[in-house]
């Protein structure tokens, strides 16, 4: 018999919907940070009670549940020490005679784009615990990075 006679539906053909993956490590966020992940998870919640196409819902709901559980994960990093680099600094530096200024932020935050790094970024890793003043090895290059200046990122 052939397997169209057998099938019991189209589902069992489909390509299983896995789901999002989640970074590894711990979920570190600032406090802007915590507040986009609210407001995604706001919308999302908006955009699946307005109901929709199954297929397209199915995925929403998928979205929220990353969502949801990066909200429940979220811890807010401590305020970084004056004068030292964590998440949360916003960091001018000197690279390769170029100044540049970078944000350390939590994953769901990052904008490389936007020079708003994760903190687990290789980059972000190499600063993380800098003084001011204070050169940096990175990529395998001794005191690549001289701290320019450290802050704390305006609200």
Known sequence: MSVAFRRESDEEHKEPKFELPLPPGPNMVTA???ALIEAKVAELEAAVAAG???EALEGLKRELRYWNTRRTTAQIAPEPEEGVVGIGSRVRIR??????VIDIVGHDEADPSADRLSFQAPLAKAL???EEGEKVDFAGKPQAIEIVEIETIPD
Request: glycine share 26%.
């Open 95 to 100: 690279m390769t005679g170029k100044k540049r």
């Open 128 to 130: 993380i615990g800098a």
């Open 52 to 54: 929709g196409e199954e």
């Open 32 to 34: 802007r940070g915590l």
